[in-house]
């Protein structure tokens, strides 16, 4: 998972309604500075539209995301997911994704599942739900006695909080919506959200200028 979270300092979480839309939208993530993509499995259309990213826009990184079963990690594969992420994470979970040969991102929200993951040899993570868990300040506390563990944090994040996320050091990206408005999706604003995702992709380098001054 090293490797997707050193993408980009943000990793857009999707949930679509129209599988139609994925290809476009992905397009202007990518144009936008964002190649990692996470699409939840929370809409029925959710696979075919990884399926349909996976084939038609090759320089995009397409995973899926709100794992719950080992039975979604194979459907996940199976559509060309090139890696998973999970809200939690059970043992019999956790086996189907390691089994899976792609990266994943098992989620934790306490020290004791962090401790539990990194002595199973898993050392990148979601942190969910980053703010009603406790936000930034509690990353920041992990960050001495487990040094080793390193965080996407996604929940509750906007661009303002995403700036606090990214100047920890045991963060290597966060997973956020802002940058997909729903009535930019709605209406196929695909420069909008183009726009929004260059912003984005610029948060930890330049400390992060919108790009919409039409509001989200």
């Known amino acids: 998972m090293t490797d997707i979270l050193d993408l980009a300092p943000v990793l857009p979480v999707v949930v ?6 994925a290809v476009p939208l992905t397009r202007a993530l990518v144009a936008g500075g964002l190649r990692a993509v996470e699409i939840t499995l929370r809409t029925h259309g959710a696979l075919e539209a990884i399926a349909e990213v996976a084939a038609e826009v090759p320089e995009a990184v397409v995973g899926a995301g709100t794992v719950l079963r080992p039975a979604q990690v194979e459907a996940a594969i199976g559509a ?3 890696f998973l992420v999970s809200p ?3 043992v019999r979970l956790l086996d189907a994704m390691r089994a899976s040969g792609v990266p994943f991102l098992p989620g934790v929200s306490t020290a004791s599942e962090v401790m539990t993951l990194l002595e ?3 050392r990148e993570m979601k942190f969910f739900p980053a703010e009603a868990a406790g936000g930034a300040a509690y990353l920041r506390s992990l960050a001495a006695p487990l040094p080793t563990a390193r965080f996407c944090p996604t929940g509750g994040i906007g661009e303002e909080s995403a700036r606090t996320y990214l100047a920890l050091p045991n963060v290597g990206c966060v997973g956020g919506t802002w940058m997909l408005p729903p009535d930019a999706v709605r209406g196929r604003d695909w420069a909008r959200v183009e726009r929004l995702a260059r912003a984005a992709s610029r948060l930890r380098q330049h400390g992060g200028d919108t790009g919409d001054p039409g509001g989200a």
Not at 16 to 21: G, P, Q
């Open 16 to 21: 679509l309604h129209d599988a139609a839309d």
């Open 80 to 82: 060309g997911a090139g």
């Open 88 to 90: 939690g994470w059970t």
């Open 120 to 122: 199973l040899g898993v």
